[in-house]
């Protein structure tokens, strides 16, 4: 491969770990084109963008960039492909699909601005809610009390304040 083109190589994978937050560096070494091209599918439909990467060119974009990914160096040892996404758990439930056979295995991530070494560490970021879920989770929690004053509003109290005040309490 030409400098210039390992140059825009580099350049490119910098554009990509600017562009998305989170991005996993996983093992596909044994995989063939079928289940490749499987793969490849599975990602675009998760909106998953997926590229296999040479690692000395990885590891060059990773020291350019302004971030520091030295922890994730290590990881940077065989066939790597690389999966950028927007939502952090969503490649994590993709590949847990795959760890019985272990094809593709995690290596490593880079998710909500901390590092994941290992493939022991899939189950936890599977288990990262997304900014959608959290933003569900606080409705939810915001909107219990209001539920229970309109219930207890419903219920025999008449709605007199101490019967809302008695239902409430025996609630509460």
């Not at 909106?47 to 350019?64: C, D, G, S, T, Y």
């Not at 539920?147 to 207890?152: D, E, L, P, Q, T």
């Amino acid at each position: 491969m030409k400098k210039e083109v390992k140059d825009t190589v580099i350049a490119e994978l910098g554009e990509k770990l600017k562009a998305y937050p989170h991005f996993y560096l996983v093992d596909v070494t044994g995989l063939n084109a079928g289940a490749t091209s499987d793969l490849r599918r599975k990602c675009f439909k998760s909106q998953i963008k997926m590229v296999v990467v040479k690692n000395n060119l990885l590891h060059k974009a990773f020291e350019a960039s302004d971030i520091d990914y030295s922890p994730l160096y290590d990881s940077l040892v065989g066939n790597t492909a690389i999966l950028f996404t927007e939502t952090a758990n969503v490649p994590g439930k993709m590949l847990k699909e795959y760890k019985k056979a272990g094809i593709p295995a995690l290596k490593s991530a880079y998710a909500e601005e901390s590092f994941f070494v290992g493939a022991d560490q899939l189950e936890q970021l599977a288990n990262i809610k997304s900014k959608n879920e959290l933003i569900a989770d606080v409705v939810a929690l915001l909107q219990s009390p209001a539920k229970n004053v309109i219930s207890a509003l419903q219920s025999n109290a008449g709605g007199k304040i101490h019967g809302l005040l008695q239902s409430l309490e025996e609630r509460g």
